[in-house]
């Protein structure tokens, strides 16, 4: 695997590679890596001659009050285990080579970004969806791939790939599990060992939410309700939201259709470490 730094280097591999007729994939990434990423990095592989791990801690994407400088790196490790997963070139870019001082451009999602994980981290979106860009402007993939377990950064990247007329594929990767049901996320090492156990009430969460719907509940109230509840079963829990919406919009109508998709959407703080996840849900039809 080889690494990259600078923009114009990866652009003119990229090129190259197109010349040949290769099939590029984008995995873009802040780092220290979990079996979530590394099944991103196989799924790339699976559908592409070449997978581009990008590794870049994004500061546009934090609120000054948030964990950027905390946020767990291990380069080494991340190399090593990369390489391992498939990837052939990991992108790593330095700040000032992303933002070089005289560096003027934010994207800003309007619509989708109104709620949920915009509502507490206002200023969010508007640094992921411009990262996003600049990366999938230095990788050239034909292909994006990301985890389901962001599901609104998915919508964000969706609707930026779409009004940008980017030619590129995204493909949205299922969410990878800790065998209790906890999604991976590089945040989980935060947690002590008692939020490690408890963390598992925001599947069991999303788990009884599903069971409602699919045995027909349509109320939005009382599915967000039944979240609510399962959640506040650990006491010292703090709930974001915990939340049905439309999975295309993210509307919140006061009833769901027959065979609506829904997006059960939760974010919690165990302790000082907040976790989001979601899962999809159908509304039958009869
Ligand atoms: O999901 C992430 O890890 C980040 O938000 C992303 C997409 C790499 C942009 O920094």
Redesign the pocket.
């Known amino acids: 695997m080889l690494l990259v730094e600078k923009i114009s280097e990866m652009q003119a591999i990229s090129a190259s590679l197109k010349r040949e007729n290769k099939k590029i994939a984008v995995v873009?990434?802040?780092g220290y890596l979990h079996d979530g990423h590394l099944n991103l990095i196989k799924k790339a592989k699976s559908s592409s001659d070449i997978v581009i791990t990008t590794l870049?801690v994004?500061p546009l994407?934090f609120a000054p009050n948030e964990d950027f400088d905390k946020y767990p790196r291990d380069m080494e490790r991340d190399i090593k285990l990369a390489e391992e997963a498939g990837s052939d070139y990991l992108f790593c870019p330095s700040a000032s080579e992303m933002y070089p001082q005289n560096y003027g451009t934010l994207i800003a999602i309007t619509g989708i970004t109104s709620k949920f994980e915009s509502a507490m981290r206002p200023t969010h979106f508007n640094g992921?969806a411009t990262?996003?860009a600049k990366l999938l402007n230095a990788t050239q993939p034909h292909f994006a791939i990301?985890g389901q377990k962001?599901f609104q950064?998915t919508l964000v990247i969706k609707q930026l790939i779409r009004d940008l007329n980017m030619n590129i594929q995204m493909i949205i990767a299922p969410t990878t599990r800790e065998e209790d049901g906890l999604a991976m996320s590089s945040r989980n090492v935060y947690l002590s060992e008692q939020e490690r156990k408890d963390a598992t009430i925001i599947y069991k969460a999303l788990g009884e939410a599903i069971s409602i719907v699919q045995k027909g509940e349509k109320r939005r109230k009382i599915v967000n309700a039944v979240m609510h509840k399962e959640l506040r079963s650990v006491p010292y829990i703090r709930i974001d939201y915990a939340a049905a919406a439309d999975s295309e919009y993210l509307f919140e109508p006061e009833e769901f259709l027959p065979s609506q998709q829904i997006v059960l959407l939760i974010a919690a703080y165990l302790g000082k470490t907040r976790l989001i996840d979601n899962a999809l849900v159908t509304v039958p039809t009869i």
Do not use: E
């Open positions: 873009p990434t802040m870049f994004n994407q992921v990262v996003v990301f962001d950064q």
